[in-house]
């Protein structure tokens, strides 16, 4: 049984992105997105929401240990940092003029690459 709610299409927040927490245990660091899970609507953003994860040895880590992580992060709490500002801004999207969407910031209306 799938309880999850959300449906799957487009989001404001890319790979690559730079975002800035906005809730949460991480709130005000910004960090750029490493992976967004499209189907649990979450995404790991790099220095925030760390952590400790207990490691078995392995071949990869013979060693084993405890080693510090990102976890995932819901996307309704993260938001797009504005490349010209450096201040997180709303998203919106139009039509450029070959007919393809393009997000473009809602406080300066610059696009967004």
Same mark, same amino acid.
């Given at each position: 049984?799938?309880?999850?709610?959300?449906?799957?299409?487009?989001?404001?927040?890319? /790979?690559?992105?730079?975002?800035?927490?906005? $809730?949460?245990?991480?709130?005000?660091?910004?960090?750029?997105?490493?992976?967004?899970?499209?189907?649990?609507?979450? %995404?790991?953003?790099?220095?925030?929401?760390?952590?400790?994860?207990?490691?078995?040895?392995? %071949?990869?880590?013979?060693?084993?240990?405890?080693?510090?992580?990102?976890?995932?992060?819901?996307?309704?709490?993260?938001?797009?940092?504005?490349?010209?500002?450096?201040?997180?801004?709303?998203?919106?999207? /139009?039509?450029?003029?070959?007919?393809?969407?393009?997000?473009? $910031?809602?406080?300066?209306?610059?696009?967004?690459?």
């Amino acid at each position: 049984m799938n309880t999850n709610n959300h449906k799957v299409g487009k989001f404001h927040i890319k /790979k690559g992105d730079t975002v800035k927490v906005i $809730s949460g245990n991480s709130k005000g660091k910004t960090g750029t997105v490493l992976t967004v899970n499209t189907e649990k609507y979450r %995404a790991i953003v790099e220095g925030t929401n760390m952590i400790t994860k207990h490691v078995k040895p392995s %071949a990869t880590s013979p060693n084993g240990g405890i080693e510090k992580r990102e976890a995932s992060i819901h996307l309704s709490n993260l938001m797009l940092v504005d490349p010209a500002t450096g201040e997180a801004t709303r998203i919106g999207r /139009k039509e450029d003029d070959k007919g393809k969407l393009q997000r473009y $910031s809602k406080k300066t209306g610059e696009i967004i690459k």
